[in-house]
């Protein structure tokens, strides 16, 4: 059985940065992620992505430029750098992963991900 276990978040100022975490642990070789996020009163959008060995990344046009998602090898927990923080990036972030797919595409789609970490908040003050 694989988990992935989410960590970083907080309270931070306009302007300024945050870093996510999205590790996976269990029995598995590789695996790709999947960064959403849910506003209050919104639907849960994707945000970045990155497949199994990083040759590919995805990001959502409102956060080009300001986030940064990487990974150090297949196995090694994936971050999402955020930079450049407005308050409109407030929401609960997600990481969704794919097991053992190899591809170099990135899934933007929620129902391409099986699996779910527990969110985490992000809240971008004015």
């Known amino acids: 059985q694989v988990q992935l276990v989410e960590s970083g978040g907080g309270l931070v100022q306009a302007g300024g940065s945050l870093r996510l975490s999205c590790a996976a642990s269990?029995?598995?070789?590789?695996?790709?992620v999947g960064w959403f996020r849910q506003a209050p009163g919104k639907e849960r959008e994707f945000v970045s992505g990155?497949?199994?060995?990083?040759?590919?990344?995805s990001y959502t046009d409102s956060v080009k430029g300001r986030f940064t998602i990487s990974r150090d090898n297949v196995k090694s927990p994936v971050y999402l750098q955020m930079n450049s923080l407005k308050p409109e990036d407030t929401a609960v972030y997600y990481c969704?992963?794919?097991?053992?797919?190899?591809?170099?595409?990135?899934?933007?789609?929620?129902?391409?991900?099986?699996?779910w970490g527990q969110g985490n908040q992000v809240t971008v003050s004015s």
């Open positions: 990155i497949n199994w060995n990083g040759a590919s990344k």
């Open positions: 969704a992963g794919r097991f053992n797919y190899y591809s170099d595409a990135v899934g933007q789609a929620q129902t391409k991900y099986v699996h």
């Open positions: 269990g029995s598995f070789n590789i695996y790709a």
